[in-house]
């Protein structure tokens, strides 16, 4: 048990997207993981950015996150449709 707490490798069912197509769904779920990592430095990013225009206020800096954040849904909108 102290070794393997969830149980043997075997025991896992497999869900059907990957038994008929585990390369590209194992491709799309870490590149997906990959985006969402990748937002987070994003945001990090734009607020320093912000931060470097010369605005202080946290209510103008959370204004401007927010339209640049919106404008980037809509740009990965785009791309992933």
Same mark, same amino acid.
């Given at each position: ?47 320093? @950015? ?5 605005? #202080?206020?946290? @209510?103008?800096?959370?204004? #401007?996150?927010?339209?640049?954040? @919106? ?9 992933? @449709?």
């Amino acid at each position: 048990a102290f070794i393997h707490p969830l149980g043997g490798i075997s025991d896992a069912p497999i869900s059907k997207q990957y038994q008929s197509n585990a390369l590209f769904n194992g491709f799309l779920d870490g590149y997906n993981t990959l985006d969402a990592l990748a937002s987070l430095a994003f945001g990090i990013i734009i607020v320093a @950015t912000i931060k470097k225009l010369g605005i #202080e206020n946290p @209510t103008d800096i959370a204004k #401007e996150t927010i339209k640049s954040g @919106t404008i980037s849904i809509i740009m990965m909108g785009i791309i992933y @449709t």
